[in-house]
């Protein structure tokens, strides 16, 4: 808010205060002189009613003493309805009301002005409880027409001889309309005159602002445009040569030093955005305090997190949320880079502190690289040469153990020699199955495996496969069925590798089903590929297995696996078969039930 408006504000304000002071202070006298008056009025009227109807009534000589009830009542209301119409004034109404009945006895009221017979008002009843009251609330009654009558009211008691409670009372009121009426003209006048003050004193005061605040908002502008590293024009200085014009003067002088130093920070600013933008490592910058100065995308990013849930945290919060450890007494100038696993992402945490030319540490820059896959390769090259030296340790201790035994003279029985040697000859016969698996996917991960491809016609390769397992299928008590509609499906494959795909599988169907299993081979058709299924009722995969079936040396039951011969290689080999001819393989299996194998081939286009 301007001080030009602050100054004009203040005027009005203070003119308005003053007129609404002013003005509740007439209306509030002429409320009060207008009600004493009325009260005045209206007990006079009330205490001649008393004294002409009743008292003259009840101590007539013509009335017993002891005369009580209806009689009386009709009496009384006779006299009134005799002495008091024409003698009251034309704005007031009275009545008299019975005590015990509560009743309208008498009154000079009609309809028009809201007349009831039976009067419910609060200061009615407390003069039937022996109080006199004098109501000014400008009550309202609505008449016969439904509008709504205002008057001032007035009730006493009256407690003839011999009685201790009231027997009658007398409610006497006067409208109040003629003096609403003058009341709201008041009214009116007094806000008239406020607004032609108000208007009066805003004109005055925004004159009277406008040659106090003039070099001000003068001076103002000018600063508003002025933009870092840039001065639109120099702030015109007053020749006046006042506190205002010296500002305006030092600004000048301030903004032209200014200008180059700002001109070189924008420049490096820039650039430094620039670079953190575009940085794939995550950036957090903290004061000393702990809190977050300076954050990228790419941080955002890295941690999971929105700008406002960053900016949200302090510095240790954010330590908690993603798992870095502080080790208490440890300060910020000594921390050790950390590997901390965000998601599933692994971060390399390095922790920065930087200072001012003092020395002093001024807060911590900590810079996060996503090492997910450094981790990744790094746990698969791990977990490949465990499995290995594993695959390969076994056969190597069966081959030494059975060769240590026959040196130790078990070689002299012609029969166990024999054994032996066809366990020794097994195991070196795995041990160069593994050694030619691992060639094999060697040469796929350089790109070096070369395929022989040429048209085939699928429907009869996968056909002759079956067949061929046939005489296994024999010989295990096991059945192995082929169907398709198609007759022909001629693609671009290598046929060779394309069988070794399919015997791996149905080898597999083989190894892991029970006596009397089915396997049952099918090719399909859709609008761009051939689909293969192979499938078989099996012991199954439990389904947590089934997306790890395709890594190498990968067994869902390593015993059985290895008992069977398997060696975890060849779903692998499979899949790069498959993905070398631009195709998928698939798996889908439940438990006890069996496993079903698809090999999906692209259709020549």
Not at 88 to 111: G, K, Q, S, V, Y
Not at 179 to 202: D, E, K, M, Q, Y
Not at 520 to 525: A, Y
Request: proline content about 2%.
């Amino acid at each position: 808010m301007g001080i030009r408006l602050k100054l004009v504000l203040i005027c009005m304000v203070l003119v308005f205060l003053v007129m609404v002071v002013t003005g509740t202070f007439i209306i509030m006298s002429l409320r009060m002189a207008e009600e004493s008056d009325q009260a005045a009025r209206l007990t006079d009227q009330a205490e001649r009613i008393r004294h002409e109807v009743i008292d003259l009534t009840f101590l007539s000589p013509a009335v017993s003493p002891n005369l009580r009830g209806t009689a009386l009542d009709t009496m009384i209301s006779d006299s009134f309805a005799e002495l008091v119409p024409g003698t009251l004034p034309a704005d007031m109404e009275a009545f008299i009301i019975c005590a015990n009945t509560r009743m309208t006895l008498e009154t000079t009221a009609d309809n028009s002005t809201g007349f009831y017979t039976f009067l419910t008002q609060q200061l009615v009843i407390a003069a039937l409880n022996g109080e006199t009251r004098f109501d000014a609330a400008n009550r309202s009654y609505q008449n016969h027409l439904g509008d709504w009558v205002y008057f001032f009211e007035f009730a006493t008691p009256v407690i003839l001889q011999g009685s201790e409670l009231p027997d009658y009372v007398i409610y006497v009121r006067a409208s109040s309309m003629e003096f609403n009426a003058r009341l709201g003209s008041t009214i009116r006048t007094i806000g008239l005159a406020a607004l032609i003050a108000l208007v009066g004193a805003s004109i005055l005061s925004v004159v009277f602002a406008g040659s106090l605040t003039q070099n001000l908002l003068r001076l103002n502008k000018q600063i508003n445009d002025y933009k870092i590293g840039e001065i639109v024009e120099p702030i015109a200085v007053d020749k006046t040569k006042d506190e205002i014009s010296q500002l305006a003067l030092s600004f000048n002088n301030m903004s032209r030093d200014l200008n180059t130093g700002m001109s070189v920070i924008t420049n490096e600013k820039n650039k430094l955005e620039i670079i953190m933008y575009n940085m794939t490592d995550g950036v957090l910058a903290y004061d000393d305090t702990g809190t977050l100065i300076h954050s990228n995308y790419a941080c955002e990013e890295l941690l999971s997190l929105d700008s406002e849930q960053i900016s949200g945290m302090s510095m240790l919060e954010l330590f908690e949320r993603i798992g870095i450890e502080f080790p208490e007494g440890k300060s910020i100038d000594n921390l050790d880079d950390e590997i901390v696993n965000v998601g599933e992402r692994y971060l390399n945490a390095s922790f920065n502190p930087h200072k001012d030319r003092d020395g002093r540490t001024q807060g911590l820059i900590i810079v996060f690289q996503d090492i997910t896959k450094h981790m990744l390769l790094d746990n698969m090259r791990k977990e490949f040469v465990a499995n290995v030296s594993h695959e390969i340790r076994t056969p190597l201790t069966t081959i030494k153990s059975y060769a240590e035994t026959l040196m130790d003279g078990a070689g002299d029985n012609p029969a166990l020699r024999q054994d032996f040697l066809a366990v020794i000859n097994g195991e070196a016969d795995r041990m160069a199955t593994i050694i030619k698996d691992l060639l094999e996917l060697s040469r796929f991960d350089n790109k070096h495996m070369d395929f022989d491809m040429e048209l085939t016609n699928l429907v009869e390769l996968v056909e002759n496969n079956v067949q061929n397992h046939k005489i296994t299928a024999d010989k295990t008590n096991k059945e192995i069925t082929f169907t398709t509609e198609l007759t022909a499906a001629s693609i671009h494959i290598d046929p060779a590798r394309i069988n070794q795909v399919l015997n791996n599988i149905i080898t597999n169907s083989f190894r892991y089903s029970g006596d009397d299993a089915k396997i049952e081979v099918e090719i399909h058709e859709s609008g761009r590929y051939y689909m293969v299924y192979i499938s078989d009722d099996g012991i199954g995969i439990p389904r947590e297995d089934l997306r790890m079936v395709f890594e190498r040396f990968y067994r869902v039951d390593k015993a059985r696996s290895r008992e069977l011969g398997g060696t975890g290689l060849g779903l692998s080999i499979a899949r790069e078969i498959m993905e070398a001819h631009g195709g998928r393989i698939n798996v889908s299996s439940e438990l006890g039930v069996g496993t079903t194998m698809m090999l999906r081939f692209p259709k020549n286009e």
